[in-house]
């Protein structure tokens, strides 16, 4: 491979970050990789079920050989902008040639309805982040109740629901979903992790419920209750005698409880299907009833870091209307609504610029298009001198800012000590679940 010609940052060490990094290096650039986590990998290492070991050791792999690759920098445990002591303008202004931003959908979405600040209210990511050992989410408290209602139809409620059934063995978990049963985002394959957890008498009651009104949008209720039925045949053995059931067309309104108590019920306005322009949207009928619950969840999507330096627009990192560097028509391009002009030198890819959107394989692909506009654009200003000097001027400031700056050969530490640790506790995988105890395997 030939000497690198170009110098880019990349903010962010998830797929979208780390396959960008890749394309990056291949298209002549020296790329600085940094990370608010000590370890890469995103949603890819703290997102994915623990139980899912194949796909997540794959992943893991494939990171491995990217961070191996002699052109990538790694920096974990530094933050950039969000409170950090390294904000968008000091890449810029220290030699690097180009910043791509892949942080992810580092913020929690909410309805702003009242009660969410009660006791026993969450955010679905918050507890995926504590199963996964993310820290600091390892080290809080979840207080969960016997009787849960998680809102949402997605994935994300589905390894909740996982969680709940399986690992915490909850009494009840109610799935409140705003649309109906034909609109559900997860897989039979999730499905079958807790399909024999299913209350099917309460199930086939909720279908007949809602069956006219699916049928007058012009839904079909039979095909619909196969995706949940076709799960059963191949389904986990139960280990919980958690109920499982399902409130379709339902759109909370309100969380009631008290601070004393926390959590006693979900409001929600019962909803009906029309079709607008061809398409099946729900909508309120004006009628509510609640749903008793001592915990609630919101598995509702996700947006991006608020504290960043990008401005924001529908949960996303605003990209330029009209961009100079397109790949496949879209753009990549970060934009400031206040000037109407692209921010220079700094452009967006995966859930940072569109979040939500898809898994890994997703955010991969969106990664390395993204690379493909940075790439662009380099090749506009010509080839740069003196790489190696300014990343070492960079990383003798990291080093004067950052107490613990966590690179490469640190990385490669912990992953000897953590893959001991599993083998001595003859578990498949082990992960420490604080910095701390990160910092102390890597010898600091």
């Known amino acids: 491979m030939e000497d690198p010609k170009y110098m880019v940052a990349v903010v962010g060490a998830g797929p979208a970050g780390l396959f960008a990094a890749r394309k990056l290096v291949e298209g002549g650039a020296r790329v600085v990789l940094f990370n608010r986590d000590v370890k890469p990998g995103g949603l890819a290492e703290y997102g994915i079920y623990p139980d899912k070991m194949k796909m997540k050791q794959g992943l893991r792999t494939q990171f491995k050989l990217i961070l191996d690759l002699s052109g990538i920098d790694y920096y974990g445990n530094v933050t950039v902008c969000s409170g950090g002591n390294i904000v968008l303008e000091d890449l810029l202004e220290s030699g690097f040639q180009a910043v791509l931003i892949t942080t992810g959908a580092q913020g929690t979405k909410w309805l702003r309805l009242p009660g969410e600040n009660l006791p026993g209210v969450y955010h679905a990511k918050n507890i995926v982040f504590h199963y996964n050992h993310l820290p600091p989410f390892t080290e809080k408290k979840y207080l969960l109740g016997k009787r849960v209602a998680v809102v949402g139809a997605g994935n994300v409620m589905m390894d909740v629901a996982h969680y709940l059934i399986r690992d915490q063995k909850v009494d009840e978990m109610i799935a409140v979903v705003r649309r109906g049963p034909a609109d559900v985002k997860f897989t039979k394959k999730e499905m079958e992790t807790v ?13 007949a419920r809602v069956a006219p ?16 039925l076709d799960a059963l045949p191949k389904a986990l053995e139960p280990v919980s005698q958690t109920r499982f059931r399902f409130e379709f067309l339902a759109s909370p309104v ?10 006693n019920a979900l409001k929600v306005e019962e909803n009906t299907l029309v079709c607008v322009d061809g398409n099946v949207k729900a909508r309120g009928t004006g009628n509510t009833r609640q749903i008793d619950a001592d915990t609630v969840i919101f598995a509702i999507g996700d947006t991006v870091d608020k504290d960043f330096c990008v401005p ?5 990192y605003i990209s330029a209307p009209q961009p100079r560097y397109p790949v496949e028509g879209v753009s990549y391009e970060a934009f400031n609504p206040d000037n109407n002009q692209p921010f220079e030198r700094v452009f967006l890819a995966g859930w940072a610029r569109q979040p939500s959107t ?6 991969r692909r969106d990664g390395e298009k993204a690379a493909d506009a940075v790439l662009q654009f380099l090749r506009t200003q010509g080839p740069m001198r003196d790489l190696d000097n300014v990343v070492e001027k960079f990383e003798q400031r990291l080093v004067e800012t950052h107490e613990r700056v966590v690179d490469k050969v640190h990385l490669a530490k912990l992953v000897c000590v953590e ?23 890597m010898g600091y």
């Open 195 to 207: 399909a024999r957890n299913l209350d099917l008498e309460a199930f086939e009651a909720e279908f």
């Open 213 to 228: 009104i699916m049928q007058a949008a012009g839904q079909d209720p039979v095909a619909s209750k196969a995706v949940f």
């Open 254 to 263: 309100r969380v009631l409880g008290d601070w004393m108590n926390g959590v």
């Open 312 to 316: 924001i627009f529908n949960d996303a």
């Open 358 to 363: 898809g898994l890994v394989g997703v955010a």
């Open 419 to 441: 893959t001991a640790e599993a083998q001595k506790l003859g578990l498949l995988d082990f992960k420490f679940g604080t910095n701390d105890e990160m910092f102390t395997a």
